[in-house]
């Protein structure tokens, strides 16, 4: 049983143009929701969190849009660049829960084309 | 800074061999873990610890241990490899999350080839 659901699986985009990842949780305990960021042969590693206070939170190009009714979440990457080709996890987790346990989206591998 | 290290980077074994996958951390984090990531499935919880001496079950324990004796260290052991066990394992490392969450680290991953 995934809780997390992600789509796509992958996504190709021309340079310049909005990467848009979609994730859907099924737990409503979870209130902290981080996307990472993963290159060919290395960790994930944190891009970019959100609580469900807030509706959106921006850094650089990167924007993540939460809609806390209907349990669902989504990153978008603006002016995408070459650059940003790798594969993106959406993860959810309970702030107070030991161990800092994470569950993950199943992943987007994104292609940005020059 | 060496941050979350793993090792092996690469590792073949034959059904049924046992091995350790290391994990060290020198951010003296109470918090480690071990995920296993297989396509289209994102990483899933194998095994987590909250601190030296004290180790917990996650999604996917069946067919591993871990001990956690110092905070540095939080090693992965395969009791008797079987081909479900092809995987790329990550180790990670974080303080408490408190009311804001934190960083986790992650390594750079083992690649396992069960044969």
């Known amino acids: 049983q995934q809780q997390v659901k992600q789509s796509p699986q992958s996504l190709i985009v021309q340079k310049g143009g909005i990467s848009i990842i979609n994730c859907a949780y099924e737990n409503t305990a979870f209130d902290y929701f981080p996307w990472y960021q993963q290159f060919p042969g290395k960790g994930p590693a944190l891009l970019i969190a959100?609580?469900?206070?807030?509706s959106e939170k921006k850094e650089g190009r990167f924007t993540i849009s939460f809609n806390k009714s209907a349990k669902q979440f989504s990153l978008h990457i603006m002016d995408s660049q070459p650059g940003d080709s790798a594969t993106y996890f959406c993860?959810?987790?309970?702030?107070?829960?030991?161990?800092?346990?994470?569950?993950f989206g199943g992943g987007t591998r994104l292609m940005v084309k020059p | 800074n060496a941050g979350v290290t793993q090792t092996p980077k690469f590792q073949v074994l034959k059904t049924g061999q046992s091995m350790t996958l290391q994990c060290a951390q020198d951010?003296?984090?109470?918090?480690m873990s071990w995920y296993r990531q297989d396509p289209g499935m994102g990483l899933r919880l194998i095994h987590y610890s909250v601190g030296a001496g004290i180790t917990d079950q996650g999604e996917v324990p069946n067919g591993y241990n871990v001990s956690r004796s110092t905070t540095e260290d939080f090693p992965l052991r395969l009791l008797s490899a079987a081909p479900s066990q092809t995987s790329v394992y990550f180790c990670?490392?974080?303080?408490?999350?408190?009311?804001?969450?934190?960083?986790?680290?992650f390594g750079e991953g083992s690649w396992l080839t069960v044969v």
């Open positions: 959100i609580r469900p206070d807030v």
């Open positions: 951010m003296n984090h109470e918090y």
């Open positions: 990670a490392s974080s303080l408490a999350f408190g009311n804001s969450g934190n960083t986790i680290y």
């Open positions: 993860a959810a987790t309970r702030l107070n829960n030991a161990g800092n346990m994470l569950t």
